[in-house]
């Protein structure tokens, strides 16, 4: 690493090699493949996306930790990045909340003639 | 490997270069962006009157095909990052166009899925799915189109001299960071926009 | 072509005009800021007066309907995103490096490129009243209204490209602050004796980091809508016009703290150094400014309880707005704390602070009340929410930047303001300000629904409004001493010393103005209040060396002409795809000058 400093100094870590790399880009690609092979298969739904789910946030995981070295890098950084990744998806997690639990508004919009007072 | 502790800017607080910082803030923003667009998608998720709806048109093996690209070029973008910190410019240049390569792939592919579900009857205007998936995987596109440019830069000015002078290593790594994030993106994407049924 | 003609030599001499459109100094880009921002101060005033000319009788008839809607949405997107964010970023421009001790900012060079960006949005949303109509479906542009249906004119088209492009200024400035504090202090400054101006500055920056990029999306959803006929945000074909309520307000409730908090970092430093006194509760008013961060992003549905939100999410979002008034409240006492037995020079800077003390005081408390659902339900598109605000901005915001003007412009000139011009300036101000806004209250509650452009008589409302509208040529009166003040200090020799009020930060450890290294020789920080601790304990500034061996960035002309190509691909956006390619490849060859010129 080129950006090692003074307040890492006795912190050497393992520096990668290309064997590494590619052992990561290998299971990447397999991880890929079993979610392939998820999707296509008849598990119960709840179960599948939980899986699929889980399955491409490990996947996130490696790459930022390995192939963007955050691993390997001043902790600050890794504070800094996760304080954006944790409040997107606590903003996507509200706002998905609030439209999918609004029965106010069925798919569609209410056609013309058939709107009702809204219910309290 | 030390290249970057003769300039100027070695001396900061923490310790960390000032450009790879304003990277990571960067990306952390870029998390709020594309956070946003996968919101909207999932929000109008079912909300389409008129079809193709998605189990119409998405073509998973295909996407599986572009999405294998470019988890490739983030492979070959390590490399480069490898090539150039070990001094092996030979690497770095190799990989580096490598990756340009795999990205200009990846856009291909875009590009004739995009042709496709044209054809098919699925544009913009169509209904909700239209107008989430294009402006979602086209802004997508967009950054990959402006990595692609980015990296590609970076290899025409490694061959002049003086270039990258010698800070090659970091400008070669902090590319690779937007590299990736694009790639961890489509990676989400991937997930919950095909493979969820 | 060469590869360096972006960087001009030392020796040949410039023109001022070409100084200062090629500057990297963060000096003189905060100077620009500060210009840009008062400029666009005085545009919105004008819009405002306008607007309360029109309301000072019933039935009023200096404008018609369409030319007041124009009105009162450019006053406030004006005032917001051109005046008040400009002058807070003029300021954090001048002090961020001085504050920490730094001889720059991280990035000068992105420094620069952030103001011209910042201009061209300012142009394109201002040039909008010449090019047919500005945009007029308010400051929040609720959707169906800026449909294209509703709003057929380019007007909507100049806020989506306009705001977009400022967006992108304040995004770059913040990554530039937000990498300058954390990693550019002096030695000694850890991160608990930054200065809270410095503190709430960080804030600042990481607010608008977080919150722009969804706004951005938001913009280019309504643009899609209005240009190219999607239908993220009209109801009729599956869209919906809640999706950009939500997506507005998760950008618009940080950027209401993006608006106060500096203002409350400037009075944080006015109050210590005008009470003789360090800051009462130092820890306590950086954990409540951070934890106003974190909190600001959690409320934004309080703005949306009358759309029907559900029960749920009114108890969840009520509570959260409840509790964002703590830390809020911890401020004051602070403020108070610090004044407490303190021997305290009533300077102008003073008045100011403790104006912003009391007034924001008022708005905030009117804003608890909007916690409660049921309440707002109430005051929701009343002029009590009118009146809400301008004690937050107006009584907040616009106070601590005239604090701050008066507290800082000795230091940015050398030159010490009027006092007794700028007390009379003060009274006109506070007394015209709460004689507008005030009334505001009791016309909300008497059922004046806002942005209305006339009203009958016989409602109850002639009175108030009346007064409001003498209330606002008041204020003119004295933001017009301020510049009188100013062009009178201008004509007289320096008389200000490099510090004029016994200041405790970094910024008085040097010349007025400071030189444009900031410091001879690097400050060493050993307390909260470097130099008082330094008078204290009698540790004289090291003397200034022979030789100053100390490089700073040439100055380059590539920012200028990457700001020009984001112009064009704005103006592209509005007009033609050729300008926008044209702008594409200005931007693309200015980033390849930028990223070749030396730096050394």
């Not at chain 3, 930054?194 to 280019?220: D, E, G, N, Q, R």
């Not at chain 3, 360090?278 to 409540?288: D, E, K, N, Q, S």
Request: with cysteine.
């Amino acid at each position: 690493m080129a950006m090692e400093h003074e307040m890492h100094h006795g912190d050497e870590h393992p520096s990668s090699t290309i064997r590494q790399y590619v052992m990561t880009g290998i299971l990447l690609t397999a991880i890929t493949a079993v979610e392939l092979f998820l999707s296509y298969s008849s598990l119960p739904h709840g179960l599948m996306i939980t899986l699929l789910i889980g399955l491409s946030a490990v996947k996130f995981a490696i790459v930022v930790a390995i192939f963007m070295h955050l691993k390997f890098e001043n902790r600050l950084l890794t504070r800094l990045f996760l304080f954006g990744l944790v409040l997107a998806t606590c903003i996507m997690i509200a706002l998905l909340s609030l439209f999918w639990n609004d029965t106010t508004d069925a798919v569609g919009g209410i056609p013309e003639g058939q709107q009702t007072a809204p219910k309290h | 490997m030390a290249a970057a502790h003769a300039e100027p800017q070695h001396n900061t607080t923490t310790g960390i270069d000032n450009r790879k910082m304003l990277m990571w803030v960067f990306l952390a923003s870029e998390c709020l962006f594309f956070g946003s667009l996968i919101s909207t998608y999932l929000i109008f998720k079912g909300d389409s009157i008129t079809g193709p709806l998605p189990h119409d048109v998405l073509d998973i093996p295909l996407t599986s095909t572009s999405t294998f690209v470019l988890l490739m070029s983030s492979l070959t973008m390590v490399l480069a990052v490898f090539g150039a910190q070990h001094n092996r410019l030979g690497l770095m240049k190799g990989m580096l166009l490598a990756t340009i390569v795999l990205g200009l792939a990846f856009l291909g592919f875009q590009v004739f899925e995009f042709r496709t579900f044209g054809h098919e009857g699925l544009n913009l205007t169509t209904n909700q799915f239209g107008a989430t998936f294009f402006v979602l995987t086209g802004l997508h596109g967009t950054h990959v189109g402006v990595g692609v440019l980015y990296l590609a830069s970076l290899l025409v000015a490694s061959g002049r001299r003086n270039g990258l002078g010698k800070e090659v290593a970091l400008h070669v790594d902090i590319a690779g960071l937007y590299w990736h994030f694009v790639d961890i993106v489509w990676i989400v994407i991937f997930t919950l926009i095909y493979l969820i049924p | 072509m060469a590869t360096a003609v972006g960087t001009l030599g030392h020796t040949r001499e410039e023109s001022t005009v070409w100084k200062w459109m090629t500057t990297v100094d963060h000096k003189k880009i905060g100077a620009l800021y500060l210009i840009t921002g008062f400029t666009f101060f005085l545009v919105g005033g004008i819009e405002a007066t306008l607007v309360r000319t029109q309301l000072a009788v019933p039935n009023g008839t200096v404008l018609d309907a369409g030319l007041y809607n124009q009105l009162f949405t450019m006053h406030a997107l004006t005032m917001i995103f051109l005046a008040i964010m400009p002058m807070g970023a003029a300021f954090f421009n001048y002090f961020i490096p001085l504050h920490i001790g730094a001889r720059d900012v991280a990035f000068p060079r992105l420094n620069a490129l952030s103001y011209w960006v910042l201009l061209s949005g300012g142009l394109i949303l201002t040039s909008s009243f010449f090019f047919g109509e500005a945009p007029n479906a308010g400051w929040f542009a609720y959707a169906p209204l800026t449909e294209k249906e509703f709003a057929p004119d380019k007007g909507l088209d100049f806020y989506t490209v306009g705001l977009f492009i400022a967006g992108l200024a304040s995004l770059m400035s913040s990554l530039n602050f937000a990498v300058t504090i954390i990693n550019m202090r002096a030695p000694g400054m850890t991160m608990m004796r930054l200065p809270v101006y410095m503190w709430m500055t960080l804030v600042v920056a990481f607010l608008l980091i977080l919150s722009l990029p969804v706004i951005t999306v938001a913009l280019v959803q309504l643009y899609f809508d209005r240009n190219f006929g999607t239908n993220f945000f009209t109801p009729g074909a599956g869209g919906d016009p809640i999706l950009w309520q939500h997506l507005f307000w998760v950008f618009g409730h940080p950027e209401v703290y993006v608006l106060i908090l500096p203002s409350m970092g400037i009075v944080s430093e006015v109050l210590p150094v005008m009470s003789r006194k360090p800051l009462f509760g130092y820890t306590a008013i950086v954990m409540a400014g951070a934890s106003i961060g974190v909190l600001g992003f959690g409320v934004w549905s309080h703005h949306m309880f009358t759309t029907g939100l559900g029960t749920v999410p009114q108890y969840v979002f009520s509570a959260s707005t409840m509790a964002i008034g703590v830390p809020t409240g911890i401020k004051v006492f602070n403020w108070l704390g610090t004044m407490y037995g303190g021997n305290i020079k009533m300077t102008v800077a003073t008045y100011y602070s403790i104006a912003f003390v009391a007034l924001f005081t008022i708005g905030g408390i009117s804003g608890v009340m909007h916690a409660s659902p049921s309440v707002d339900g109430q005051h929701q598109d009343s002029y009590f929410v009118v009146a809400h605000i301008h004690y937050v901005l107006f009584g907040g915001a616009i106070m601590g930047i005239f604090s701050g003007l008066y507290y800082w412009f000795p230091k940015m000139t050398g030159r010490l303001l009027d006092e007794t011009l700028g007390k009379i300036g003060f009274w006109f101000i506070f007394i015209g300000m709460n004689l507008t806004f005030f009334p505001m209250h009791f016309l909300g509650l008497a059922g004046m629904p806002r942005r209305i452009y006339t009203y009958d008589a016989g409602l109850g409302w002639e009175t108030w409004n009346f007064v409001a509208t003498i209330g606002v040529y008041i204020i003119v009166v004295g933001v017009a001493l301020f510049l009188v003040n100013v062009f009178k200090t201008f004509r007289k020799p320096p008389d200000a010393g490099d510090d004029p009020w016994g200041g405790a930060t970094l910024e008085w450890a040097t010349t007025s103005p400071p030189p444009e290294h900031n410091f001879d020789v690097v400050p060493v920080v050993r307390d909260r209040d470097p130099v008082w601790y330094n008078r204290d304990h009698g540790i004289v500034t090291p003397e200034k060396p022979a030789h100053l061996h100390i490089h700073m960035p040439p100055p380059s002309y590539f920012p200028l002409v990457l700001g020009i190509g984001i112009l064009l691909i704005g103006v592209g956006a509005l007009s033609s795809l050729a300008i926008t390619a044209l702008g594409v490849v200005v931007v693309y060859y200015a980033l390849w000058g930028w990223a070749l010129e030396p730096t050394e």
